[in-house]
């Protein structure tokens, strides 16, 4: 008589049918290897060996029975051992800021088709801004013997990866530069992308803009607050220091940063809101105000053509940011790269109607 689950009423019928090729062992069984594989099929080791790693001399009988062999055993290679004889394990690591930010998505997809087109796997996981688990991120993976890393860094010292560049693990920083040590980097140009939001702003009529960023130690918050400021002065215009805002982009450290701009006696008329998800917030405060305030944000956002009016961006290239570091990787990995270089990839301002509103006074 069959167990009945207590849940739903059904019973439980075990299944019995890839009984027959288990082996003995625990509950889920062992991992066959080549040895059980060479004895399903008949041939010797060396034999298998061939098949499995695609080498010549077999003949296609002995190589189709090999693969049966393979097939109903569920065999898999194992690749520690060509680690060992080869010094490579086909695969390397990224470490992002947050693998929930829509940014990174993008980034993280180039990253793996190039790691992919090289026959290596991508692994990857978030620092989740904290300097501390991006450098147990990083050296974890090098302890999983990747052989390369691209790193989105949160810290501002990363001497910690020294040995592991000396060892041969090739380095590549997206986003931001490394802190302390000479490594390769892949940037967008933070600094233009906001001063061109900013004069953008200016040049439809506006004197009173409100800067809102990510923390002031991030490299890219501070660039595009250093955007901002350039393009304020090239107008002549005095920033007051109720027009900047930098901190964690929390909502509600955004909200009340927004909120505290356009109150008061001299209220900013346009805002530069300095990464997407300070973009996002801002325009649900904008949702909110009575009258009209002019608004660009730093990266683009999902249906921002959809909103009205459409939100004006300053848009990096997420995907080109990913794509250009990894193959740099795979160029290191080569032999084909000598110094480190910095390579700064250009913004571009799309705009949609947020950013073209006039003053409302």
């Keep these: 008589m069959h167990p009945v689950d207590d849940r739903t009423g059904r019973r439980i019928v075990p299944d019995t049918s890839r009984r027959a090729d288990r082996l003995p062992g625990s509950r889920y069984g062992t991992r066959p290897t080549m040895k059980d594989v060479a004895a399903r099929a008949g041939v010797g080791l060396k034999t298998?060996?061939?098949?499995?790693n695609g080498e010549p001399g077999v003949t296609p009988d002995t190589e189709r029975r090999v693969q049966e062999a393979i097939d109903a055993l569920g065999f898999r290679r194992n690749d520690s051992a060509r680690v060992l004889r080869k010094g490579r394990t086909a695969s390397i690591g990224l470490v992002l800021e947050d693998l929930a930010d829509p940014f990174y998505g993008p980034l993280s997809r180039a990253v793996e088709e190039v790691a992919r087109a090289h026959g290596a796997l991508l692994i990857n996981g978030s620092s989740a801004e904290d300097p501390d688990r991006e450098q147990e991120l990083a050296l974890a993976l090098c302890a999983r013997r990747v052989d390369g890393l691209v790193v989105i860094p949160a810290g501002d010292d990363h001497r910690y990866l020294?040995?592991?560049?000396?060892?041969?693990?090739?380095?590549?920083f997206v986003d931001r530069p490394a802190g302390r040590i000479d490594?390769?980097?892949?940037?967008?140009?933070?600094?233009?992308?906001?001063?061109?939001?900013?004069?953008?702003?200016i040049a439809h009529g506006h004197r009173r803009i409100g800067f809102i960023g990510d923390m002031p130690r991030i490299h890219t918050a501070a660039e595009r607050l250093r955007g901002y400021r350039a393009a304020m002065e090239d107008a002549g215009i005095a920033v007051e220091d109720a027009w900047t805002s930098l901190g964690v982009t929390g909502p509600e450290r955004v909200r009340r940063a927004a909120e505290e701009m356009l109150t008061g006696a001299d209220p900013v008329t346009a805002i530069f809101a300095g990464n997407n998800r300070v973009t996002v917030t801002v325009i649900r405060v904008l949702a909110e105000q009575t009258r009209p305030?002019?608004?660009?944000?730093?990266?683009?956002?999902?249906?921002?053509?959809?909103?009205?009016p459409g939100i004006t961006v300053v848009a990096q290239d997420a995907a080109l940011l990913g794509r250009t570091a990894a193959e740099r990787l795979f160029r290191q990995l080569d032999g084909t790269l000598l110094a480190?270089?910095?390579?700064?990839?250009?913004?571009?301002?799309?705009?949609?109607?947020?950013g073209e509103l006039p003053p409302a006074d």
């Design 293 to 308: 305030v002019a608004l660009v944000g730093f990266d683009d956002i999902e249906l921002a053509d959809l909103l009205d």
């Design 48 to 52: 298998v060996s061939r098949v499995v």
């Design 183 to 201: 490594a390769d980097v892949v940037l967008s140009d933070s600094y233009g992308g906001a001063r061109d939001g900013v004069t953008h702003l």
């Design 162 to 172: 020294e040995p592991e560049m000396r060892a041969g693990v090739a380095t590549v």
């Design 340 to 354: 480190p270089e910095r390579i700064e990839l250009p913004t571009r301002l799309i705009t949609r109607g947020s």
